[in-house]
């Protein structure tokens, strides 16, 4: 007589995942958190960044603006440019909440620590045309509200020269006419960042200021348009990050084979615990790279 499973679980005999499908799971769970990754850097860690940069930054300047050696032209007392990434200005927008440490050039690089001025234009209070780009979404979005801006807003800048108070003319977007060519001694405050949705913007905006009172003492330039790098204009990213992120993303790759030679060796959790971390520092530069080879008003 044929007796009947009592159940039928105790009918199916349980089959372990090979080898092979282990592998993908645990490369697949990984690339999953990768992309998950990416999106809390950019909403969560990359302020975070931006802040503590600023910071630092800030501390800089203010002891430069103190000791009377902070730059006021594209060179240093060396006669060498100014190194991107440092301290010009404090730019100043009321409107906006915005206080923030303005840096040499306007790399995608530069542009994670904070607004970037562009090198071939004069600094800040000086005659002429003045640029600085910014950020619309991630790593602070110090420019993000640029479209909100009237014409009479104020906007501040701090140099080496001391301050200068700028007034907004206007704003501008692609195809709209240019602004009028400056008179002798003179100076205008072009801020620069992208224009639409924070993270798919489709567009650059351009807010006009001009000089209020007396442009301060300017020193010749040395820096003309020409021999600024192609990731310094708007819109470009910066090619370089390339081989960062391709070295982050080999090490990536390492972390989860040898995640799953640990699980199988060692134990499942033995093998997060050790694991873990280095999935996370590798992924941490995955994700900056990744912003760095982006456009740089992003």
Known sequence: MTTMPQSLDAAIRPVAPSERARLVGTTLAIVAALALGIVVNALVVSPLRYERDQDVAGWAFRAQLANGTAPVGQVTTADRLLTPGTPVAIVTIPRLGVDDVVLEGTSSKVLLSGPGHRRDTVLPGQAGPVVVMGRHGAYGGVFAGLGTL?????????????????????????????????????????????????????????????????????????????????????????????????????????????????????????????????ILLCGALVAEQTFVLLPNLV
Do not use: H, K
């Open 150 to 278: 009237r014409t009479g807003d104020v906007i501040t800048t701090t140099t080496g020269q001391g301050t200068a108070t700028y007034a907004v003319t206007g704003l501008r977007r692609t195809g709209d006419p240019l602004p009028d060519t400056l008179a002798p001694g003179a100076g205008r405050l072009t801020l620069v960042s992208a224009d639409g949705p924070r993270w798919a913007p489709d567009d650059v905006l351009r807010v006009d200021a001009a000089l209020v009172g007396e442009a301060f003492e300017t020193p010749n330039a040395v820096l003309s348009s020409t021999l600024l790098a192609d990731d310094e204009a708007a819109f470009a990213g910066d090619p370089d990050a390339w081989p960062l992120l391709l070295l982050a993303l080999a090490a990536l790759a390492g972390c989860a084979v040898l995640v799953a030679v640990l699980r199988r060796w060692w134990g499942r959790w033995q093998a997060w615990i050790v694991g873990v971390p280095l």
